[in-house]
């Protein structure tokens, strides 16, 4: 390994944004960009810092990112994102220097890569005449809706004045509705719109890779090139070229795999909402007998922070486990694209985080979509309404309701329609990982700009 560090010339430093959602992409970015000879380090905050010893082969350099306490129990993710752009540049600043008083002429910086969340690395980038790219984790019509809402905003066509339209399509984003629209729930509405131009501004950076593919965003990509003045490169589902990349800030608990190897092909519906989003009491308590009624075998990821209250599994109904038994596995963290890729899962109960979407439609898995806030929306309506590969759940959650959707998926012909187009799509976005698709292409693309450098 040593000989191979020795050959390596060009030094990437990467910047994540400290949230699983995105710390992930980035690390498997990494993992890619190793895989192709370049040496990396990771710049992280202190907080929710990635564990160094999942990627030995990586240098990581925590900078202290000055939040205190009560920004980060506050879970005000738009506070928490602006306090760290306001904090974290001039110690970032301070430790490209120190990198770069060290390094060897072999081992020179050629880029920063740094999540479009955590843009204060392109100045500190630009002062040091470092060049910068921006890592884009979510989907490309996100990024179409968030620009929308500004204009939206200018219109005087948001905040509805009548909430009865919300239900309305948005002029020239069909098939969102104002509804689906990618408000944040953190904070005051104008927070998150200072933020967007600040997210989709590439400034002085020299290029885009966005964690997404042609063959289910081409049209929104498209249309986002033409607004844009420096190439983008979508070279996702970015998991599919790191297989081997671990990011899990939880410790999986692998246990659920050996309870879905006694469960029958297709039967599972896996039901997870990700790393932010949280549920009440209530909703939780509808959820656990619906999904009981269903009598479907399930696997539920319910992590500590699942509910507003401090923990998950232990708020589950009284005599729910009990009744549910062997048909049934609740977790803390699982393994997730073990869980997708297992032939016993039919089925996912997604909040539609970007990676998880990605990760459904890899394998071919089709979706109850239940989001939370902001992109999640946008994704939940694309599963449903264009890929065909899920139904949302929308109101409030009722028993009834949840055993409904659960039995429309898993059992009914609806479910079964939406399954077949699910592994359709997994086909074609085969195509784009191999040799000459348009993900394996754009990489390689993405690499010989890299090595211009
Ligand atoms: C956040 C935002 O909420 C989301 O909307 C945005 O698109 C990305 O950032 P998060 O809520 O964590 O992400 O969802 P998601 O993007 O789906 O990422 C979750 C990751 O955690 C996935 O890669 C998933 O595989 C992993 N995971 C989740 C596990 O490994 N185990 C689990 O039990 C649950």
């Known amino acids: 390994m040593e000989e191979e560090q020795g050959q390596r010339r060009k030094h990437v430093v990467l910047v994540p944004c400290p949230y699983q959602g995105h710390i992930t992409p980035m690390l498997q970015l990494g993992t890619i960009l190793y895989s192709k000879g370049f ?22 350099q925590s900078i202290p990112d000055g939040l205190a306490d009560d920004d980060i129990y506050s879970g005000n993710i738009i506070a928490i994102i602006m306090h760290l752009n306001a904090n974290c540049g001039a110690p970032f600043h301070k430790c490209l220097v120190q990198m ?4 060897m002429p ?3 910086i050629v880029c920063i890569i740094y999540d479009e969340l955590m843009y204060f690395a392109e100045s500190a980038a630009n002062q040091l005449k470092l060049r910068s790219i921006i890592l884009r984790t979510n989907s490309a019509a996100t990024q179409i809706s968030r620009i929308a809402l500004l204009q939206l905003k200018e219109d005087g066509s948001i905040p509805l004045q009548d909430p009865s339209n919300l239900a309305d399509p948005v002029p020239r984003l069909q098939p969102l509705r104002f509804k689906d629209l990618p408000f944040s729930q953190f904070g005051l509405p104008e927070n998150f719109l200072q933020l967007i131009p600040k997210i989709y501004n590439v400034r002085t950076s020299k ?18 090139q033409q607004q844009c003045n420096i190439p983008i490169f979508p070279i996702g589902p970015l998991h599919k070229f790191a297989p081997s990349s671990p990011g899990s800030l939880l410790k999986e608990d692998t246990s659920c795999i050996s309870w879905l190897n006694n469960q029958a ?12 989003v949280s549920m009440d009491k209530k909703e939780l308590k ?3 007998w619906g999904l009981y009624n269903s ?29 549910v038994g062997e048909n049934g596995c609740v977790v803390k963290w699982a393994p997730q694209k073990d869980v997708l890729s297992h032939i016993a899962v039919g089925g996912f109960w997604s909040h539609c985080g970007w990676n998880s979407t990605l990760e459904s439609i890899c394998e071919g898995v089709p979706m ?14 694309y599963v449903s309404h264009v890929w065909r590969i899920g139904l949302q759940l929308e109101n409030d959650l009722e028993k009834g309701e949840v055993e409904k959707a659960v039995k429309q998926l898993m059992v009914e012909k609806e479910g079964q329609d939406m399954r077949q187009r699910a592994k359709n799509l997994k086909e074609d976005v085969e195509l784009c990982i191999k040799e000459s698709g348009s993900s394996s292409s754009s990489l390689s693309k993405f690499l010989e700009f890299l090595n211009l450098f």
Request: with cysteine; charged share 15%; hydrophobic share 35%.
């Open 39 to 60: 040496s990396i380090t990771v710049v992280h905050t202190d907080f929710n810092s990635p564990n160094p010893s999942n990627h030995p082969k990586f240098s990581f």
């Open 286 to 288: 509808e959820m656990a």
């Open 265 to 276: 092909p297709n039967s599972v519906l896996y039901v997870s909402l990700g790393s932010i």
């Open 207 to 224: 290029a885009v890779i966005w964690n997404t593919m042609n063959c289910i965003e081409q049209s929104s990509l498209s249309q986002l």
């Open 100 to 103: 770069m008083k060290q390094q």
């Open 368 to 381: 109850i979509c239940r989001p939370g806030f902001g992109d999640q929306r946008v994704s939940a309506r």
């Open 295 to 323: 009598k479907q075998p399930f696997l539920w990821v319910l992590r500590p922070s699942s509910t507003s209250a401090s923990s998950g599994i232990e708020l589950l109904p009284e005599g729910f486990e009990e009744a």
């Open 106 to 108: 072999a081992d020179e």
